[in-house]
């Protein structure tokens, strides 16, 4: 049991982007989980992945990637602070009659702890969570061109419980040297506690993917949060090694969307493993006076 996890939580929260819990003066906001990398490629690369969409991950990075493909199948488990774990689980395959399809789910919980009464004495525990739910479609709407939207059942958790219906929708345009991304994330109404609304986090996104050669890519996303101020990620990746056996890659970010700048702050390193089909994935964040938090990533392949 950790009586400072919810504290810590909230802060990694405000750090992950401006918006959500840390969107406006009063602390009012809702949902601030969704600002956080689903993935351990994205953090890894300073959460540049809005010209870049891979597989099933794609559905919450920006889902017209799902209709640019590969399908896959993707998993991905993240260490934030004492007992706060996120975990999401992804898929995306594609249709018979076209484009593909995406469905995936986000948890974030927070472990055992201690609740108190109003007169300060123990009251037990409590068990706060986060989760989502989502389901996506994209499609090609003529060569590199894709379009994709997907929408989410959002519920948070402390005492009580509050629900949200959201919305996600993008466009990816470019082809195998340059693409571009656009995305709208988080669409909707206020997540309602009691008689009180609590806005959701929602952002819009730009972002570029180059490769600057076989083994170098770079990318770069322009965030917007409706609550809050734009901040930007950046980030590369550079093929160590290339092989029928196993690749290996390496991946380095920075982004400025974190509050506290105490600290080693905003950076972000990583590498990958694959083959044939199958990734290994490990990134890492700074995270100021919070120190490091730690992202695992497991995808399988549906295609070419």
Same mark, same amino acid.
């Given at each position: 049991?950790?009586?400072? +996890?919810?504290?810590?939580? $909230? ?36 959460? +540049? ?12 990075? %920006? ?10 199948? #993707? ?31 986000? *948890? ?94 929602? %952002?819009?996104?730009? $972002? ?14 322009? %965030? ?9 990620? +950046? ?29 080693? %702050? ?15 994935? *490990? #990134? ?7 120190? +490091? ?7 399988? $392949?549906?295609?070419?």
């Amino acid at each position: 049991m950790k009586t400072r +996890a919810l504290a810590m939580a $909230g802060l990694i929260l405000c750090a992950a982007a401006r918006g959500g819990l840390c969107a406006n003066e009063a602390g009012t906001g809702a949902a601030a989980f969704l600002n956080l990398p689903v993935d351990a490629r994205g953090a890894a690369m300073g959460g +540049a992945v809005a010209g870049s969409p891979r597989g099933g991950m794609a559905l919450f990075q %920006n889902p017209a990637g799902l209709g640019a493909g590969p399908g896959s199948v #993707a998993f991905s488990h993240s260490l934030l602070a004492e007992d706060i774990s996120y975990d999401v689980l992804a898929a995306a395959a594609p249709l018979r009659f076209g484009g593909a399809l995406g469905v995936g789910v986000q *948890y974030l919980q927070y472990g055992s702890l201690a609740s108190l009464d109003n007169t300060g004495l123990a009251a037990g525990t409590i068990s706060p969570r986060d989760g989502a739910a989502a389901l996506g479609y994209g499609l090609a709407l003529m060569k590199d061109v894709y379009l994709g939207a997907s929408g989410k059942y959002i519920n948070s958790k402390i005492t009580g419980s509050a629900s949200a219906l959201a919305l996600d929708a993008g466009l990816l345009i470019g082809g195998e040297e340059l693409s571009v991304g656009l995305a709208a994330q988080n669409l909707g109404r206020p997540m309602k506690f009691r008689d009180e609304g609590a806005p959701l986090p929602a %952002n819009y996104r730009a $972002g570029v993917c180059a490769h600057y050669s076989e083994t170098l890519q770079w990318s770069v996303d322009v %965030n917007f949060p409706k609550a809050g101020r734009a901040w930007i990620g +950046a980030g590369a990746e550079y093929a160590l090694a290339r092989g029928q056996a196993w690749s290996l890659l390496a991946r380095a970010g920075y982004n400025t969307a974190a509050l506290d700048t105490r600290r080693v %702050n905003g950076l972000s390193a990583g590498f990958g493993l694959a083959r044939k089909g199958i990734a290994l994935d *490990y #990134a890492f964040r700074t995270m100021g006076l919070l120190g +490091a938090t730690h992202h695992f990533g497991l995808t399988y $392949g549906l295609g070419k």
